[in-house]
């Protein structure tokens, strides 16, 4: 059974720093491009950052780059976003998902697996 477990989240003040994973389970996804999307308040899951299999090529949303940066451990199944300067616009659930393509989209319907998603929130 495949599984993806997001953790890291939690309340920080604007400025700060968080570092959310997501550990897959299931089967090896080293050969999948991985992304985080996120979900506020009242707004639709949106794309934020997505890295491929080898981990060669990274893209993010203009509102993260500079700040947010994606990796990976295939040895380990593991993701990772490391997010700093965080702003109280980027308070969400954030979920990481397995993509379906080889070159990642911003689409959610192009990811096949999601997580249950972690709570970052971002204080003024």
């Known amino acids: 059974q495949v599984q993806l477990v997001e953790s890291g989240g939690g309340l920080v003040q604007a400025g700060g720093s968080l570092r959310l994973s997501c550990a897959a389970s299931?089967?090896?996804?080293?050969?999948?491009?991985m992304g985080w999307f996120r979900q506020g308040p009242g707004k639709e899951r949106e794309f934020v950052a997505a890295?491929?299999?080898?981990?060669?090529?990274?893209y993010y949303t203009d509102s993260v780059k500079g700040r947010f940066t994606i990796s990976r451990d295939n040895a380990k199944n593991m993701v990772y976003l490391q997010m700093n300067s965080l702003k109280p616009e980027d308070t969400a659930v954030y979920y990481c998902?397995?993509?379906?393509?080889?070159?990642?989209?911003?689409?959610?319907?192009?990811?096949?697996?999601w997580g249950q998603g972690t709570q970052v929130t971002v204080s003024s």
């Open positions: 998902a397995v993509s379906v393509s080889v070159v990642p989209t911003t689409t959610p319907g192009a990811y096949g697996y």
């Open positions: 299931g089967r090896t996804f080293s050969r999948d491009s």
């Open positions: 890295i491929t299999w080898s981990g060669t090529s990274t």
